[in-house]
């Protein structure tokens, strides 16, 4: 395993597992599959509804927590100073731990000044060992690096081949705040998996499409969390540290960007307004 270290010193696996829609049934088992596959980074976040699954696969699995990175996200229903800290307090619970060792907020809308106050404090009072958001673009992430006395750490955001984050990327490392990948595979979405130039790739180094996107990601600095509910694909995705992409074929890959999100655009004001849709509707469902 490579590492990322974040501008704390505290230092991260490059690769972990993510475990969007990994439903409740399945994330248990998905989570010791990917423990006994080697992974040693489980990404997932209150608003997955699955946090109590990983818990118990890590308490399970015998694994040393020390041993384990452990990333949970602060939901937008969430934020605001108090009802941060308490929800963070919640997520350790359900994740049997007294300490993350990295908390995120999940989405750059509604308080989210009030939820990083929280996750200042919390980081202070060494309960969590990193801290940094998700989705924030360029303007919202300088905003809350440059009037906040701790800057975000990391920044999850969408990151694959059709959209790669180039300016977002930069101004990341312009203020040292690590970059890591969401949907590294794009979901597949556009036929990614299929792309003929990254086959191409592929085949040159005896590697699948999936492992060639994982490397490029990586070889870019670029923390990534790929998600599967198969252990095999759990155990390719792993292999990806015995050979390096040249620079002619990052340059192959770099010119497949479409700079644009195959999901959805976090500026698009329709977008803000679905979001807040969602916590309205959450609220009256009164879920959690
Ligand atoms: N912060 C955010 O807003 C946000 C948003 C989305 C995701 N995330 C995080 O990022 C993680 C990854 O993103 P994601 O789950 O959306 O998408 P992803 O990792 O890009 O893609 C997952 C899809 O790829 C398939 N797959 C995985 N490995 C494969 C392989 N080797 N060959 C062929 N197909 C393969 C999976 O199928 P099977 O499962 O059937 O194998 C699944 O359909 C999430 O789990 C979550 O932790 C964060």
Aim: glycine letters at 6%; one cysteine or more; proline letters at 2%.
């Amino acid at each position: 395993m490579e590492y990322a270290t974040l501008y704390n010193g505290v230092k991260m696996p490059i690769l972990g597992y993510g475990v969007y829609q990994v439903t409740k049934e399945e994330c248990e088992r998905c989570v010791l599959d990917a423990l006994r596959a080697g992974y040693r980074s489980i990404d997932t976040a209150q608003s997955y509804a699955n946090e109590e699954e990983v818990g118990e696969a890590i308490e399970k699995s015998g694994i040393a927590r020390d041993d384990i990175f452990l990333t949970t996200k602060v939901w937008i229903e969430h934020y605001g100073y108090e009802e941060t800290k308490a929800s963070v307090i919640e997520s350790m619970r359900k994740l049997k731990t007294d300490y993350l060792d990295l908390c995120l907020l999940h989405q750059p809308f509604s308080d989210y000044y009030g939820a990083w106050r929280a996750l200042e404090e919390l980081y202070n009072e060494g309960k969590i060992r990193a801290i940094g958001v998700s989705n924030f673009y360029p303007d919202r992430l300088i905003d809350l690096a440059l009037f906040s006395s701790i800057k975000p750490m990391v920044n999850q955001v969408e990151t694959h081949v059709f959209n790669q984050q180039k300016t977002a990327h930069e101004i990341m490392e312009k203020y040292d705040i690590r970059q890591e990948a969401w949907a590294p595979f794009g979901e597949g979405r556009g036929g990614l998996f299929e792309n003929a130039t990254i086959r191409e790739i592929g085949v040159k180094y005896g590697k699948s499409t999936a492992q060639v996107m994982l490397r490029w990601l990586i070889q870019r600095g670029i923390v990534v969390i790929p998600k599967s509910t198969h252990y095999e694909r759990m155990v390719e995705n792993l292999d990806v540290f015995d050979f390096t992409l040249s620079e002619e074929d990052m340059d192959k890959i770099a010119a497949l960007d479409k700079e644009q999100s195959s999901f959805f655009s976090h500026t698009d004001p329709a977008i803000v307004e679905w979001m807040a849709g969602i916590v309205e509707e959450r609220k009256h469902a009164g879920k959690k």
